[in-house]
């Protein structure tokens, strides 16, 4: 079933977005705030609205894509038009759309200037995040990822802080450089497929097919490679994490929304969605190495979290090491830890999402993040306290809220792997209770000594609002996290059967024209 | 019914939590005593029905955390252990609640101290009836949460907030133990239902079980506030007193022991770990009442004699006498509850005065505290017949019976030092002369119904407490209704040691010699007592200046504060400052450098194209001008022109290393 309502329902939801910016760029006028402001919330609303539609006619069984719509695009190439979702799309999709409503509904009195051009590119920005986890044919999905990268680099560039000049081009720059080595492997995949003996022969890109193909070892490593540092830059694994500081303290705060949300996420969304079903040795074969980097992203993101004095650059390292428990998870190969790791990727969306929005609301109030700038503000802003607290104690993994359930399959996966990994992970949740219980002392604690501190005004209703969403998540997830595991659960079944394919080395060839790949053609 | 006894402290807090600022108010004490109450009777009548069919039963809600083939239920085990824990949790959670409507009476925060308290009993309950090791977990970090939140109660004082942060990260330190055992036996059994992991347990190789035995400790040594993770429990008497009854007496930090006796069977093929686990019990014993002896705020000699009190409680455990570490545990919830909510008493009669030496003579202005604390002091010290000779004469005995005579010996030092700084804090804070303020002098008085009533019921309790379960308590009632919870472990102690049915035989003279030496150590504490601080009080303090070197050393706590700050804590700062440096300037360096590199090659580039294609065309003519003006914007620093410049560079890279190496 592609269709709800007659329309085929992803390509609706996908330009959903892309109509609403084009609706703000044609019938706006630049001062027209109120009209551009409720142009984006009720696109924004829509898409949120449609993506839950798409909730009761998921199939939870099975581990093949759904909602697949396809069509001709650029034939001389092979390339289609072709979308589709499965069990950890879906949810990436529901998150993004969920946290654009929140950072349009954010946004509103933080940001007062060109206010059209920067609606249109949130909205811009979420047609590309929502055209990434929907495309299974790599052209598609190449021009949703440089989609992205476009409108978020203005986001930073324009509306961004006082060093945002120099942060946005990091940030482009990193993502080009691993976009650029991304379409590489794409192309490696492209031809080899091509080739009878390792793929169906044909020239395509289409994702689906390419899921069967059964590379040689070696081939497989190259293109490993070159698909790692495209993703590794945009999770960031350490070492290629230094533009997410930068980033997300230039950002304003629904662009570190997103940015932290999902942005990060598209790089852990590849590793799952084309390394390892499509290079399943390869995969193997560097599991230890990227093990171990996410260990030290995991140690060393918390020990430099804790060295901060910037609120929002402390969170910032603290998705470092977050991210470093998600590629931990999907690397220990086994359906606790690939579970764990794309639950986590919605808990880290979730509760970091959070603290940049509640990073934003202090920072509006008063124009800094810096950490001795605050202390005392429980006993002003008591709401604000109590928002920050759930939301800290979802960040750091307390069960009963979401981060726990994500942390402990990662950590049981990472265990059943290797037993000094889980060790080793550990030693981050010690690390990460201690940044963030720092932190909320120092904002939080003690008695008020800034003068200017002392009238804030608390959390007003827009901004209970617009949080209260995500609390609800928090306590949802870590309490009774079903539902989101059976979303995920066939599909990680899937991946992990697909890890388990023969590679096709030299000696295979001459067995790959006898035994046929396995039946695949899932349309 | 089960699932009630924590539901209801869970409901209140919710409510008090989301309506209490706004709209309840002072009146939050009737929805948070009101869910505990209800509570402590749903206990009870699971309680009374599982005595007349004592049969063990699990009681399921939902599927928590399932992800094939693991399998977590949000599921109750009722069975003698879980139920003794809950009677106790919930009977004495539901004094201190009452408790607390007079002693937080005024408080700005009255709403979100009871809201914190009923989740603590959720928690702790949780913790309790689990059946299974992550909802128990679950519990576990939850009472670290609440306690966290009620040392900070009073976050305004930095030392209430450091304290907090430095509960929850000790603990953390622990939890970090219990989360790696748990993997090893989710590993083994590929299960964590304790049920399946008990009858699992006998498969355990020696070195499995002693690997899980000592994580499992570990994380009881956070929780439980043994050495070397002790350290949080002395500060986390920042929090109002009710809370350090509550939490840090009675009933969290007695959840390692809890945990221990839970995992009886396992500990059972680990003697090793069982060792550790005494002698780290006994050291910790001795160590914290030494500090005890010379403190001077009541609050901080109650803190270290629990953490005195609960190496005891390990020692028993690590000679294999669980029943007796539990025994100990009820009758310590009961007196060391009742200490603190004396305590409280005094503090709040005295407007926050916790130094003893501004104490004295209170006896004749509080009649009923007086009374009350000195009953629980007789109880602590271990003078008979008062609860805590039982718990404690039948641990020093059951250590000395399993051959660990060095252990007793540390134990009855242990017990005399226990006697004795019990007595010093009852005579210097309520007999005497009167030491108090002059200005506070006549301000004080007795405190209210709320805070007596409760003293008085924990009294009787710390009176009747040890024989109450049967005299005498070894052949008691406690024994028969706990044994079947531990029984593997007695199995396995018994074939050990091939000295079955010691228990039936009448008391003999080992016994007798034994209870005479507890005795005699109780009474030796309490004379000593006697005789510096109310025969002779000037004694003291020429003692503690001749002797001020081991003054010096016990009143600071062995510096252990101090060392681990300077050891552990401000390296791990200065590496992290480190590593941000080196995030900094070495790997920014190199992308800061690239990009420099890029640009200067641009930069370049352009000049190559000035000076030499543009000196080639301008020497073959001047009719390219206008390609001069194109190429000259190479050098104008657009971002997308070194972006280009470095596509292209990595373009010609990555293609070649497709055709270097492999060819077909």
């Not at chain 1, 949300?261 to 190495?289: D, H, N, W």
């Not at chain 2, 059946?131 to 128990?136: E, S």
């Not at chain 2, 009533?453 to 028969?480: D, N, Q, T, Y």
Request: hydrophobic share 55%; proline share 4%; glycine share 8%.
């Amino acid at each position: 079933m592609t269709h709800i309502f007659g329309t085929p329902i992803l390509t609706l939801l996908c330009f959903l977005p892309l109509i609403g910016t084009l609706a703000i760029v044609i019938f706006t006028r630049k001062d027209e705030e109120k009209k551009i402001k409720n142009i984006a919330l009720w696109f924004s609303v829509a898409a949120f609205l449609i993506s839950l539609l798409i909730l009761p006619r998921f199939r939870t069984d099975t581990a093949e894509m759904q909602f697949v719509e396809r069509a001709e695009w650029i034939p001389a190439i092979g390339a289609e038009y072709l979308l589709g979702i499965d069990g950890i799309s879906i949810l990436l999709i529901l998150l993004t759309t969920l946290l654009t409503v929140i950072a349009v509904l954010s946004s509103s009195t933080a940001i007062t200037d060109r206010l059209k051009e920067y609606y249109g590119s949130l909205l811009l920005l979420e047609t590309g995040m929502l055209g990434v986890f929907m495309a299974l044919d790599f052209v598609l999905f190449y021009v949703f990822w440089e989609v992205m990268l476009v409108p978020m680099y203005f986001l930073i560039g324009i509306w961004g802080g006082p060093n945002r000049l120099y942060a946005a081009i990091k940030f482009f720059l990193y993502t080009l450089f691993g976009s650029v080595l991304m379409l590489l492997g794409i192309l490696a995949l492209y031809f080899l497929n091509a080739d009878p003996a390792f793929g169906s022969g044909e020239h395509t890109f289409n994702m689906i097919t390419l899921f069967n193909v059964q590379l040689p070892f070696h081939f497989q490593c190259w293109i490993f490679a070159a698909f790692f540092i495209g993703f590794a830059i945009k999770v960031p694994v350490f070492p290629f994490h230094t533009w997410l500081p930068d980033a997300h303290v230039e950002a304003p705060t629904a662009g570190s929304v997103i940015l932290a949300g999902v942005l990060l996420k598209m790089g852990t969304y590849g590793f799952i969605r084309v390394c390892l079903p499509m290079l399943p040795q390869a995969s193997e074969f560097f599991a230890p190495f990227v093990a171990v980097l996410a260990m030290i992203g995991i140690v060393y993101g918390a020990l430099v979290a804790m060295a901060q004095t910037d609120i929002k650059k402390l969170v910032a390292y603290s998705s470092v090491s977050h991210l470093g428990f998600v590629m931990l998870g999907l690397f220990a190969m086994n359906s606790q830890g690939i579970t764990g790791g794309v639950l986590q990727m919605i808990n880290h969306g979730i509760s970091t999402g959070a603290l940049f929005l509640l990073v934003g609301i202090i920072y509006e109030r008063r124009h800094t993040r810096k950490i001795q700038e605050f202390g005392g503000l429980a006993h002003v802003m008591p709401v604000y306290a109590a928002l920050f607290a759930v939301t800290l104690f979802s960040s750091i993994g307390l069960p009963g809220l979401n981060g726990f359930v994500g942390e402990f399959l990662i950590l049981l996966g990472a265990f059943q792997k290797e037993l000094w990994y889980a060790a080793v992970a550990v030693s981050g949740i010690v690390l990460g209770a201690g940044y963030m219980l720092w932190l909320y002392q120092r904002v939080m604690f003690g008695t008020v000594t800034h003068p200017e501190n002392k009238m804030l005004k608390d959390c007003s209703r827009r901004e209970v609002l617009y949080m209260a969403p995500l609390i609800i998540l928090m306590l949802w997830i870590g309490i009774y996290p079903k539902p989101y595991l059976r979303l995920i659960e066939s599909s990680v079944m899937g991946t992990i059967q697909s890890l388990k394919r023969p590679s096709a080395g030299p000696d295979l060839m001459a067995m790959a024209s006898q035994t046929p790949p396995e039946t695949a053609a899932l349309i | 019914m089960v699932a009630l006894i924590p539901l209801l402290p869970a409901l209140g807090a919710a409510v008090n939590g989301l309506f209490g600022r706004r709209y309840i108010k002072e009146n939050a004490h009737w929805v948070a005593v009101g869910a505990c109450g209800l509570s402590f009777l749903a206990a009870v009548f699971t309680f009374t029905s599982f005595l007349r069919e004592p049969q063990s039963y699990e009681v399921r809600m939902f599927e928590w955390i399932a992800v094939d083939p693991l399998r977590i239920e949000l599921a109750f085990l009722v069975d003698p252990l879980s139920m003794l824990m809950a009677m106790v949790v919930t009977g004495v959670g539901f004094l201190i609640h009452i408790y607390s409507i007079g002693y937080m009476h005024g408080d700005g925060g009255y709403h979100r101290y009871f809201a914190y308290l009923n989740l603590f009993m959720t928690a702790m309950l949780l913790l309790v009836l689990a059946n299974n090791y992550l909802l128990m977990f679950l519990g576990w970090e939850g009472v670290g949460l609440c306690s966290y939140l009620l040392i900070g109660f009073w976050f305004h004082k930095d030392s209430a907030a450091n304290a907090a942060k430095k509960a929850f990260l000790v603990n953390r330190i622990g939890d970090a133990g219990f989360i790696l055992a748990l993997f090893l036996i989710y590993g083994q059994c590929k299960s964590l239902v304790f049920h399946d992991v008990m009858s699992q347990a006998h498969a355990f190789s020696t070195g499995l079980a002693t690997a899980i035995g000592i994580l499992l400790f570990v994380g009881a040594m956070g929780k439980s506030a043994q050495i070397p993770l002790y350290v949080w429990l002395p500060d986390a008497m920042e929090g109002p007193t009710s809370v350090s009854a509550l939490i840090h007496a009675a009933t969290m930090v007695t959840a390692g022991v809890y945990m221990v006796a839970r995992n009886s069977a396992i500990y059972a093929l680990a003697p090793a770990a069982l060792n550790f686990m005494a002698s780290v019990g006994a050291i910790t014993a001795l160590f914290a009442a030494s500090i005890a002896l010379v403190q001077r705020d009541i609050k901080k000699v109650l803190a270290y004699s629990t953490v005195s009190q609960l190496g005891y409680m390990f020692l028993s455990c690590g000679v294999g006498a669980y029943v007796s570490g539990m025994f100990h545990l009820m009758t310590h919830a009961f007196f060391k509850g009742l200490l603190f909510l004396g305590s409280g008493s005094v503090i709040h009669a005295l407007g926050g005065e916790q130094d003893m030496q501004h104490m004295g003579g209170l006896r004749k202005h509080m009649p009923i505290t007086a009374a009350t604390f000195t009953i629980a002091t007789l109880a602590i010290a271990g003078i008979p017949p008062l609860a805590g000779f039982w718990s404690k004469d039948e641990i020093l005995a059951e250590t000395f019976k399993n051959g660990h005579k060095l252990l007793w010996g540390i134990g009855a030092l242990t017990a005399l030092m226990t006697s004795f700084y019990m007595f010093r804090l009852l005579f210097l804070t309520f007999y005497g002369k009167s030491r108090v303020h002059h200005d506070k002098e006549h301000h004080l008085h007795e405190s209210p119904r709320t805070i007596t009533i409760p003293l008085s019921i924990l009294a009787f309790l710390s009176i009747f407490g040890g024989v109450l379960p049967g005299f005498p308590p070894e052949r008691g009632w406690i024994h028969g209704f706990l044994s079947p919870a531990i029984s593997s472990v007695h199995h396995a102690k018994e074939i050990l040691h091939g000295a079955a049915e010691h228990g039936a035989h009448a008391l003999s003279l080992l016994d007798l010699t034994l209870m005479a030496v507890s005795i005699g150590a109780a009474l030796m504490g309490l004379a000593a007592a006697w005789y510096f601080y109310l025969i002779r009080p000037a004694l003291p303090g020429q003692w503690a200046s001749r002797l001020k070197s081991i003054h010096t050393l016990l009143f600071n706590k062995y510096w252990v504060d101090e060392i681990y700050l300077s050891v552990f804590v401000r390296p791990l700062l200065k590496l992290c400052n480190r590593l941000w440096d080196f995030d900094l300037q070495g790997i920014d360096g190199i992308v800061n450098g690239a990009s420099r590199v890029a640009v200067k090659s641009a930069e370049e580039s352009g000049r190559f194209d000035l000076k030499f294609i543009d000196g080639v065309i301008n020497d073959i003519g001047k009719l390219f001008d206008k390609w001069h003006d194109i190429l000259r914007r190479w050098q104008t620093g657009f971002v997308q022109n070194y972006a280009l410049v470095m596509v292209i560079g990595v373009l010609v890279l990555a293609t070649s290393m497709f055709f270097i190496p492999y060819h077909f």
